[in-house]
């Protein structure tokens, strides 16, 4: 019976190893491969192709004429076709240190690269991401320091009727421990979802690795689902595995923002949480950053600590909620009571930098300090991990 | 400024639009299209492409020579190509209901369904899923119940001299409650991590969906990683975003093993669970069954539920860890305290079923008692699913 089970078991390997060749097509690809010098090639198997590129945000972006104006995307790149219909393509320089995504494009077709199973989803679009370190993106890797612990929690939105998904970061020795801890609220932009901060924002290495380094202090990070029609992320509701949209409703007509003491009363009960306002901050991208902008006018004495990254700043015309009435007294009484640290940052071609400079000088007008950052670049991923990195360091002190 | 904030965020909402359809390539294709009568249509645009196949676990399998013998691989369909470059495939038959997974092969390159954005990753080869309802895969679906919470936890292993990441799930009411709870300890097979019972496993909506029907009590469950020289999945560790391999080092030679008293200690010490050994429930499919039948006989007093899911029984011929000695006193032991439960579920067709059969047989000689369910099929996800579906349902009464 032994030497029956030693073949089990050898098969067991067998079986494994033969079903990843078989599935693959042949010998392994390796793609992308990140040379020492931090080139990086990209590889695929497509014998039959006519036409094959790489787009990606470590390209430079291209313009595109459109009807409603010019828009920066991603540039693309040609692979040559090599032996064995492998095609084949090589930065001409070193790129720098970044979490980078791309997808191949084969006779028009997107498509993720088959040989890198590491993957992100950006609203509807999955891609395939890597990572240079040596840098900024030293942050973004996970490290050998103590982690902390990343946990999808459904909690009772009495507001919205009904029970609602957050992903909530706890630093590490939350659970061996005894302390109580300040909270990040930090949010996401639009089309995006509790997933987002720490897939595409990389929040959980960002905060592990700022903490560990005593860059930061360590914080519960609470990363709640700003649209206020979803239960859940796409997939994670009883509405299952639906098609994905960006154009959902109740996102920026007040819904979220009203809902939002639902969450701090679940986090207070739920988490040893300081509960003071000295200990609370909120934060978001795009569409997170106009809720951020709402909510810590709404209920000034809930935070001290605003930050606003690359923020949608007014509401549509026809949006009726109280939650945007009198939003100059509103931030009068919130600036009066000084909060610690207002802080707004853009990148210099974001669209929404004529909003960010017009909502900068009233601030200015009235005299109410905040600190500001302007980086490279526009609405994208890239900005808001640097935000975050810059805004995590400045909390709790 | 208003109307310039308006045009702003009427913008924000057209550059995703705008992004999305500029990656995309045109209109959304839907794919897969689950039809009422729950045949499903599978498409793919690829104007360029000669030959484009689906494959995967919903069509029949068929047999493939190899030297080392017949194997059961998936099926493949063939897509014609139909208006605009768009390949179609439907089902000639209803599916009957399952989560299933598939990808499309375009040109002879396995590529994953770029219309689906969910997507599971089984050991280095990532596809798509789709689930029919109405059936078996009820338990599997998100429904509207009561929801438990996922986490991933890093706790301190000395005995193999590194800090480890395990998924935790707690049962809906954990956290805003006081009551302590039984654990499940559930393990992966080769290849897999402590990711591969949340993902291709589903163990938190069969958990969530039996809990809520009463047909489960609530308990906990811990995802351990089994492969002893790992930190944690691919990507989650400080090796970074390695290739994936199913050939790793300290898998079935007793490490993973000798070292498990660590995992129950941190489990104990940290969360609400009751310590006594009938509260303590060990499974695993594959290795993790293997694992499960070791430790469970290496330390008697500590598990009185223990779950064979296709299990691999003997270990290697050259290995010497002391876990593998005196097997059958060992068994002797465990079986004199009479365990509450010992369960083996295996498929007609697993390459392990002979393996099984002869265990089997053994236990029945010596008159120790178990439960066994035998089902159709082999090796598969699948099975494991049903297997703790099942036996879940049977712990901790």
């Given at each position: 019976?032994?030497?029956?089970?030693?073949?089990?078991v050898?098969l067991?390997?067998?079986?494994?190893?033969f079903a990843?060749?078989?599935l693959?097509?042949g010998g392994p690809?390796?793609?992308?491969?990140v040379?020492?010098d931090?080139?990086?090639t990209?590889?695929i198997?497509?014998p039959k192709?006519?036409?094959?590129?790489v787009?990606?945000?470590?390209?430079p972006q291209?313009?595109?004429e459109?009807?409603?104006?010019t828009?920066?995307?991603p540039?693309?790149?040609?692979?040559k076709?090599?032996?064995?219909?492998?095609?084949?393509?090589?930065t001409?320089q070193?790129?720098?240190?970044?979490?980078?995504s791309?997808t191949f494009?084969?006779?028009?077709?997107?498509?993720?690269d088959?040989?890198?199973?590491?993957m992100?989803r950006d609203?509807?679009?999955v891609?395939?991401?890597?990572?240079?370190?040596?840098?900024?993106?030293d942050l973004?890797a996970?490290?050998?320091?103590?982690?902390?612990t990343?946990s999808r929690?459904w909690?009772d939105?009495?507001t919205?009727g009904?029970q609602r998904r957050?992903t909530?970061y706890?630093p590490?020795g939350y659970?061996?421990?005894?302390?109580?801890y300040?909270?990040?609220y930090l949010?996401?932009g639009?089309?995006?979802?509790e997933e987002?901060?720490v897939?595409?924002?990389?929040?959980?290495q960002?905060?592990?690795?700022?903490?560990?380094?005593?860059?930061a202090?360590?914080m519960?990070?609470v990363?709640?689902?700003g649209?206020?029609?979803q239960?859940a992320a796409?997939g994670e509701?009883?509405?299952?595995?639906?098609p994905?949209?960006?154009?959902l409703p109740k996102t920026m007509?007040g819904s979220?923002?009203?809902?939002?003491?639902d969450?701090?009363?679940?986090?207070d009960?739920?988490?040893r949480?300081?509960?003071?306002?000295?200990s609370?901050?909120i934060?978001g991208?795009?569409?997170?950053?106009?809720h951020?902008?709402?909510i810590?006018?709404?209920?000034?004495?809930m935070f001290?600590?605003?930050?606003?990254?690359s923020?949608a700043i007014?509401?549509?015309k026809d949006?009726?909620?109280?939650?945007y009435?009198?939003?100059?007294?509103?931030?009068?009484?919130q600036?009066?009571r000084k909060?610690?640290l207002y802080?707004?940052?853009i990148?210099k071609?974001?669209?929404l930098?004529?909003?960010n400079?017009?909502f900068?000088?009233?601030?200015?007008?009235k005299g109410y300090?905040?600190?500001?950052?302007?980086?490279?670049?526009?609405?994208?991923?890239r900005?808001w991990r640097i935000?975050?990195?810059?805004?995590a360091?400045?909390?709790?002190?």
């Amino acid at each position: 019976m032994k030497r029956l089970a030693l073949f089990a078991v050898s098969l067991l390997t067998a079986s494994l190893t033969f079903a990843q060749q078989a599935l693959w097509g042949g010998g392994p690809l390796v793609s992308p491969e990140v040379h020492d010098d931090n080139t990086v090639t990209f590889r695929i198997k497509a014998p039959k192709a006519v036409r094959v590129q790489v787009t990606g945000d470590f390209l430079p972006q291209t313009k595109v004429e459109t009807p409603r104006g010019t828009w920066d995307m991603p540039g693309t790149a040609e692979l040559k076709e090599g032996r064995n219909g492998v095609w084949e393509y090589t930065t001409p320089q070193p790129l720098a240190s970044e979490l980078y995504s791309y997808t191949f494009v084969v006779d028009g077709q997107r498509m993720p690269d088959p040989a890198n199973v590491y993957m992100v989803r950006d609203v509807a679009t999955v891609s395939n991401i890597f990572l240079i370190k040596g840098g900024q993106a030293d942050l973004y890797a996970v490290n050998s320091v103590p982690h902390g612990t990343l946990s999808r929690v459904w909690y009772d939105s009495p507001t919205l009727g009904m029970q609602r998904r957050m992903t909530v970061y706890t630093p590490a020795g939350y659970e061996t421990g005894n302390k109580r801890y300040p909270v990040l609220y930090l949010l996401h932009g639009m089309g995006g979802d509790e997933e987002a901060w720490v897939t595409l924002g990389r929040a959980a290495q960002i905060l592990d690795n700022l903490i560990a380094q005593g860059k930061a202090v360590p914080m519960i990070v609470v990363m709640t689902n700003g649209n206020a029609s979803q239960e859940a992320a796409p997939g994670e509701s009883a509405q299952g595995f639906c098609p994905v949209s960006s154009n959902l409703p109740k996102t920026m007509e007040g819904s979220f923002e009203t809902a939002f003491p639902d969450v701090v009363k679940f986090v207070d009960k739920t988490y040893r949480t300081r509960k003071d306002k000295h200990s609370r901050a909120i934060a978001g991208l795009s569409m997170g950053g106009f809720h951020s902008l709402h909510i810590s006018k709404q209920y000034p004495d809930m935070f001290d600590y605003v930050g606003l990254f690359s923020a949608a700043i007014l509401p549509g015309k026809d949006t009726l909620s109280d939650i945007y009435r009198d939003s100059d007294a509103k931030l009068d009484t919130q600036f009066a009571r000084k909060p610690a640290l207002y802080w707004i940052g853009i990148g210099k071609t974001d669209f929404l930098y004529k909003a960010n400079a017009d909502f900068r000088q009233k601030l200015d007008s009235k005299g109410y300090a905040y600190t500001y950052m302007e980086t490279e670049g526009g609405h994208i991923w890239r900005n808001w991990r640097i935000y975050l990195s810059e805004f995590a360091t400045k909390l709790f002190r």
